[in-house]
């Protein structure tokens, strides 16, 4: 059975259709890739996983159970955790402190021993340790997106939605990332899903990725079926380059 199962999801706003019918699943202990152009409704997609939204249509079911049934505040505390595309830190509290609202997914002994222990630990794992009393307010992008990614582990996720952890991370940043997120699969026991514009980072990490166009799945499947796609390239880069590539396909 899969984690999470997304069946025919739609989602409106207004006359808008952001979400068309969607369907995808997340085997436990796979990273899948959600990728598609700007506006494909990935992050709706998100928001209606961790009941930010409501669907207009369609059934969300995370390890068989419907998850649609769950009040927003509860899907922490079954195992759902995530990161956003715009950081949603608190600049006024430390780094540390940051971590520990992560931790309250699952208790309310924030001061606890035990429990900045296991924040500690997160933060050491993500080469933060030494930034733990200094306030989150001045530092950098990339060290705030790690900070962020550290709460959301201190919740002890089952399931890691990551939104545009690459957003604003230089070349070298981007390849640390991929090892990191690796190794926090296996260090964490973690499934993942990852919503991303840089396609390297997708195809070198995902086992199974998923595309969305105007809020329709156009195609799932293993990275290299993705890649050589025909409605995927056309979505990302038009019709004629989706044809081009098509007849060199024939040739070969």
Same mark, same amino acid.
């Given at each position: 059975?899969?984690?999470?199962?997304?069946?025919?999801?739609?989602?409106?706003?207004?006359?808008?259709?952001?979400?068309?019918?969607?369907?995808? *699943?997340?085997?436990?202990?796979?990273?899948?890739?959600?990728?598609?152009? $700007?506006?494909?409704?990935?992050?709706?997609?998100? $928001?209606?996983? *961790?009941?930010? &939204?409501?669907?207009?249509?369609?059934?969300?079911? &995370?390890?068989?159970?419907?998850?649609?049934?769950?009040?927003? #505040?509860?899907?922490?505390?079954?195992?759902?955790?995530? *990161?956003?595309? $715009?950081?949603?830190?608190?600049? #006024?509290?430390?780094?540390?402190?940051?971590?520990?609202?992560?931790?309250?997914? #699952?208790?309310?002994?924030?001061?606890?021993?035990?429990? =900045?222990?296991?924040?500690?630990?997160?933060?050491?794992?993500?080469? @933060?340790?030494?930034?733990?009393?200094?306030?989150?307010?001045?530092?950098?992008?990339?060290?705030?997106? =790690?900070?962020?990614?550290?709460?959301?582990?201190?919740?002890?996720?089952?399931? @890691?939605?990551?939104?545009?952890?690459?957003?604003?991370? $230089?070349?070298?940043?981007?390849?640390?990332?991929?090892?990191?997120?690796?190794?926090?699969?296996?260090? &964490?026991?973690?499934?993942?899903? @990852?919503?991303? #514009?840089?396609?390297?980072?997708?195809?070198?990490?995902?086992?199974?990725?998923?595309?969305?166009?105007?809020? =329709?799945?156009?195609?799932?499947?293993?990275?290299?079926?993705?890649?050589?796609?025909?409605?995927?390239?056309?979505? &990302?880069?038009?019709?004629?380059?989706?044809?081009?590539?098509?007849?060199?396909?024939? *040739?070969?």
């Amino acid at each position: 059975m899969a984690l999470l199962e997304v069946e025919n999801v739609s989602r409106r706003f207004g006359g808008i259709l952001a979400l068309d019918e969607l369907s995808l *699943t997340v085997e436990e202990g796979d990273v899948a890739g959600l990728i598609g152009p $700007n506006g494909a409704g990935k992050t709706t997609a998100f $928001n209606v996983i *961790t009941r930010l &939204y409501k669907p207009s249509s369609g059934a969300v079911r &995370y390890d068989g159970k419907d998850l649609l049934r769950e009040p927003a #505040h509860c899907v922490v505390r079954l195992g759902i955790a995530r *990161t956003f595309q $715009n950081l949603q830190l608190c600049a #006024h509290m430390t780094v540390l402190e940051n971590v520990l609202v992560g931790a309250h997914g #699952h208790t309310r002994l924030a001061f606890d021993h035990t429990v =900045r222990g296991e924040a500690m630990a997160i933060l050491d794992a993500l080469d @933060l340790a030494g930034l733990a009393p200094a306030p989150a307010a001045g530092l950098p992008f990339g060290t705030l997106k =790690r900070i962020e990614l550290a709460r959301a582990l201190a919740s002890r996720p089952r399931l @890691l939605l990551l939104d545009e952890p690459a957003g604003g991370l $230089n070349h070298e940043e981007v390849g640390k990332l991929a090892e990191l997120i690796g190794q926090l699969r296996k260090d &964490y026991s973690l499934t993942i899903l @990852l919503v991303e #514009h840089h396609m390297n980072l997708v195809m070198s990490v995902s086992d199974r990725v998923t595309v969305l166009d105007f809020g =329709r799945t156009i195609a799932s499947g293993p990275p290299k079926e993705i890649q050589a796609n025909p409605a995927v390239i056309e979505a &990302y880069l038009g019709a004629g380059a989706a044809t081009s590539t098509d007849a060199a396909a024939r *040739t070969d």
